[in-house]
């Protein structure tokens, strides 16, 4: 039988209503995924641009305080201060007691080992001979010096004096790091001036160029005179190319310094190649020097580390006296054979009356002092030569700054005088180029006398000792 009309059409309209609200729920659905998507889409992009936020430029002092936490030399020249501290260790426990603790067994199948307690001796015609295949043996020996010669309290001091050359190496390690990564960092500014000085030239010489083309379609000048715009053109190329590529290469020395293990990095660099000039003072630095200096330092502390070995090896001809106690076990496998237990209580003295090769060794140390002595001396030398030295090498660089700024000015000018000669009709090509030339050689000397004034101001530093680290 048929269904009702109207019943059908109610079925109809609720199938459309029901579809209507799974609709609904669909793009709902929709919607929220896609609030979702944006709002992760949102937090990635303000996440890169938080983490691809450029870093600040770094200083001189950055730099160096940076390599003094990374580089592998500093971590290196610590660890070997440690070891110095233990080594101090080590010897002050040889005035302790030294407890061993032994053990051991012995199988002998044919019965070649015999073993005769103490406490049956008197029963060996009664009892007969006692053999035993297996023996074991336990006990403890007891050590207390009692008398060195001095070698042990010698042995103490000798290692105190091996931590203070560790630190001495490290304060060198250091020295060394910040005048490496001073020479780096004012390199990279220097060659970073020279290529923008480099560009500069170029971008005139591509003006040049351009005046000269018109001239040649003028016919007012012939096209050697392009020939040799574009020849020196090439020529200020070159050397752009090759100044960025020493700017890669000082970048890349750096990251060696700062122990930066990820090739291709580079940092930025704030640009700093300042002229501040200090008041020098010979006799004040050379004095400074033999006190601070951490290589003068190390060579000393080696004179007094050879003076204690001698001291060591002579306390060997005094008598050496010890206490020693054993307390030792041993049993076999009979029945018939108990353990017996052996303590013993001794003091021992041992005194060398005849020992070739002591005296040899006593020799030997006595003549390692001896040149140890002599390079101290020699040393002290050349710490007085190398910082005369680095004086007159800040003082050679300070010349050459006010030389270089003097020419560099009329460089600068002389370049702008041709330029407007040339533009004029007045003056030919060739004398531009040489204006052109001698202005960028200029600049070039005169960023390069920056920067070695500044190294040569870290080197005298280096020189008198302990390198204060720059300001911010």
Do not use: C
């Not at 992009?45 to 938080?50: A, L, M, N, P």
């Not at 005769?116 to 020996?141: H, T, W, Y």
Request: net charge positive.
């Amino acid at each position: 039988m048929a269904p009702p009309q109207g019943r059908a059409r109610v079925s109809s309209v609720g199938l459309y209503s029901e579809g209507k609200r799974m609709m609904h729920l669909k793009l709902d659905e929709s919607r929220a995924v896609a609030i979702l998507t944006f709002l992760l889409l949102l937090v990635v992009t303000v996440t890169g641009i938080f983490a691809a936020e450029p870093t600040p430029p770094y200083s001189l002092s950055d730099l160096i305080r940076l390599a003094l936490e990374r580089n592998p030399g500093i971590a290196a020249a610590k660890s070997g201060i440690e070891v110095a501290t233990l080594g101090i260790e080590e010897a002050r426990g040889e005035r302790l007691p030294v407890i061993t603790f032994g053990s051991g067994y012995l199988f002998a199948p044919a019965e070649r080992k015999r073993l005769i307690p103490r406490s049956q001796l008197s029963d060996l015609s009664r009892r007969g001979k006692v053999f035993n295949e297996q023996i074991i043996d336990l006990g403890a020996v007891l050590t207390i010096p009692v008398y060195t010669g001095g070698r042990i309290t010698a042995n103490i001091e000798l290692n105190r004096l091996n931590e203070v050359l560790s630190r001495h190496r490290l304060d060198q390690t250091r020295d060394d790091l910040i005048l490496n990564i001073s020479s780096a960092y004012y390199n990279i500014v220097k060659l970073g001036k020279v290529v923008q000085a480099t560009e500069a030239s170029r971008k005139s010489l591509l003006e040049s160029k351009r005046v000269v083309e018109a001239r040649v379609k003028a016919q007012k000048a012939v096209p050697a005179d392009l020939f040799k715009v574009n020849t020196r053109l090439a020529s200020v190329e070159q050397s752009l190319i090759g100044a960025k590529n020493g700017v890669e290469l000082v970048h890349a020395a750096l990251n060696t310094l700062l122990g930066e293990e990820k090739p291709g990095r580079r940092l930025k660099i704030k640009e700093d190649l300042p002229r501040r000039i200090e008041p020098l003072d010979l006799k004040r630095d050379i004095d400074l020097a033999l006190e601070r200096r951490p290589e003068y330092q190390i060579v000393k502390k080696r004179v007094e580390i050879q003076q204690k070995r001698v001291e060591i090896e002579e306390s060997k001809r005094w008598p050496q006296v010890f206490v020693k106690g054993n307390v030792l076990g041993v049993g076999g496998d009979r029945d018939f054979f108990p353990v017996t237990d052996d303590e013993t209580i001794a003091l021992r003295l041992s005194l060398p009356i005849f020992d070739e090769p002591l005296r040899a060794r006593i020799a030997k140390e006595r003549a390692k002092l001896l040149e140890r002595s002599e390079r101290l001396r020699l040393y002290k030398l050349k710490t007085v030569f190398e910082v005369e030295k680095a004086h007159l090498n800040v003082i050679e660089a300070e010349n050459r700054i006010k030389l270089a700024e003097a020419i560099r000015k009329e460089a600068a000018e002389a370049l702008r005088i041709e330029q407007v000669k040339f533009e004029a009709g007045r003056s030919t090509v060739e004398f531009l180029l040489d204006a052109q030339r001698a202005q960028l050689q200029a600049e070039v000397n005169y960023f390069q006398a920056l920067s070695d004034f500044n190294v040569q101001k870290v080197a005298l530093r280096k020189a008198v000792g302990l390198i204060e680290l720059p300001g911010p």
